[in-house]
């Protein structure tokens, strides 16, 4: 025992790994930690292989980040960071963070959301907590979450156990965390909103949040109540879905109509109010823009029996979970009409640059679409050495582009910004296809000049490789 205050993090996934670590890393004045540090997750195979990552010192996830890495190695040598199972944990912890999935079955006809598990996480801390303990919920949720079913949930526990069902510090504060990168940096040096279910308990949040976060470079926001706080997350993501989905018919538009997009978009960007506007790329993957502009619509109906339409969200989900597949009909129509027989390589397979993450891959939804339409498929992602969805391992190198009929660029991870076209080519000369503006007017004119058909999404342009300006 150190006499330092607990800290436990619920679920040692992407977010409550890092920010495991990022808590491990909060030190005082003197440069002593501020916290011992106990990450929990299931006893299940995928719970007990990140426990193990952590408690060996590795991180459980293929990261590019050296300062997570490094933060992790220092905490571990340190002494005050841990991993387990066991939810006894709960009842030593001055602080408990949630980083649990709350899930929605999205490609459902009729999506609903899935609170079970999210339901029994709350409840293991309710059976273990201690009074006076702050629960910061950081898992995306659908608006109410908070007021409607943890605070609730918690309470039952807590009489359950004869204590004040108002004992504990209920808060929310959503992650920004951006595997990537800049992993490390998206959590300590970042903005954060949080708000308490009580005055005292939105006091708690600022209070941790302040020794945890860069907060006087990057200054907390707090809002009313956590209902506001879950909204801001939501509607944060729909913003971005929404966007990305909006551009995937301007793109073709372009394509149409010979006219460069990124080009159209890069002079509209000198307006600063318009300065973020996003290019159209391969779609959108990962475990949040893929749900979270489902939140509200399923929070009015399921949490606030005050149902509502969100017809531009609902649009954006849709929009961007086709977008891989229409990228397979316009390569099959550039290769003359059909896919059937033909060898295509795929360069990126997880949903982001620098990201080895693959749930809901664009990349995915790409080889089932080219694989039903009779195409032969090889993947490759620098940073995915198995891809668990398909079910297959991935080529540990670039494979070389001779056999291939297109080569279709979906990710912009820096190995293939930085690939070396002539060796990589040799006397191959497939389509190339660039899907999300990794290759640039250079390696488009090379390509082009030694013989390949060169299409990129959004650019229309009938000469696809316009002179620079
Ligand atoms: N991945 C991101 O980049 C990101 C960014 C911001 C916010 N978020 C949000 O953060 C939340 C977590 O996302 P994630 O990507 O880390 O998910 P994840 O699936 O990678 O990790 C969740 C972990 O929680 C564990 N878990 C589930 N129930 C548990 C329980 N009862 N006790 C202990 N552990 C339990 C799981 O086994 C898993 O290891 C989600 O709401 C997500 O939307 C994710």
């Not at 029994?120 to 309710?126: D, N, P, Q, S």
Request: net charge negative; proline share 6%.
């Amino acid at each position: 025992m150190t006499g330092r205050p607990v800290v436990a993090v619920q679920g040692l996934g992407f977010v409550g790994a890092a920010m495991s670590i990022a808590v491990a890393s909060a030190l005082d004045a003197t440069g002593e930690p501020l916290y011992d540090v106990m990450g929990v997750d299931l006893d299940d195979s995928a719970g007990l292989a990140r426990v193990a990552a952590i408690n060996e010192g590795r991180f459980p996830f293929e990261t590019t980040d050296a300062d997570l890495v490094g933060a992790l190695v220092e905490a571990r040598a340190r002494g005050n960071l841990s991993a387990g199972t066991d939810a006894e944990v709960y009842g030593r912890a001055s602080v408990i963070v949630v980083d649990v999935p709350l899930d929605i079955d999205w490609r459902a006809e009729q999506p609903a959301l899935r609170l079970g598990g999210f339901e029994a996480a709350i409840r293991t801390i309710g059976r273990h907590v201690m009074a006076d303990t702050l629960v910061l919920v950081e898992t995306t949720v659908p608006p109410g979450t908070t007021e409607k079913i943890v605070v609730p949930l918690l309470a039952e526990e807590l009489s359950a156990r004869g204590l004040d069902a108002d004992s504990v510090l209920v808060a929310h504060s959503y992650e920004r965390v951006m595997p990537g990168a800049d992993y490390y940096d998206s959590i300590v040096h970042y903005w954060r909103v949080y708000a308490g279910h009580t005055e005292a308990a939105a006091d708690a949040a600022q209070q941790f949040l302040e020794t945890v976060i860069d907060t006087a470079n990057f200054p907390l926001t707090r809002v009313g109540s956590t209902t506001a706080s879950e909204t801001a997350k939501v509607l944060e993501n729909t913003f971005r879905a929404t966007t990305i989905a909006l551009m995937d018919e301007w793109g073709r538009f372009a394509e149409s109509v010979g006219v460069d997009l990124y080009e159209v978009v890069d002079a509209i960007r000198m307006r600063p109010t318009h300065a973020n506007m996003r290019t159209p790329g391969f779609g959108v993957g990962g475990y949040c823009l893929t749900k979270d502009p489902l939140f509200a619509k399923l929070a009015a109906s399921e949490l606030w029996r005050s149902p509502m339409e969100f017809p531009f969200s609902t649009a954006a989900v849709r929009t961007n979970d086709d977008a891989p597949r229409r990228i397979a009909e316009r390569i099959a129509e550039l290769l003359g009409g059909s896919l059937d027989g033909r060898r295509i390589l795929l360069l990126g397979i997880s949903y982001r640059q620098d990201v080895g993450d693959t749930r809901y891959s664009p990349s995915e939804t790409f080889v089932r679409a080219a694989r039903d339409a009779g195409a032969e498929v090889v993947a490759h992602d620098p940073l995915v050495s198995h891809w668990d969805e398909l079910g297959r391992d991935t080529p540990a190198v670039v494979p070389p582009a001779a056999g291939f009929d297109a080569v279709v660029f979906a990710v912009s991870h820096r190995e293939y910004r930085e690939l070396d076209l002539p060796s990589w080519l040799g006397d191959a000369r497939p389509l190339v296809y660039d899907g999300f503006g990794v290759l640039d007017a250079e390696q488009r004119r090379f390509l082009a000049d030694t013989g390949c058909r060169v299409e990129s999404l959004g650019r229309g342009s009938p000469d696809p490789l316009p002179t620079e300006h």
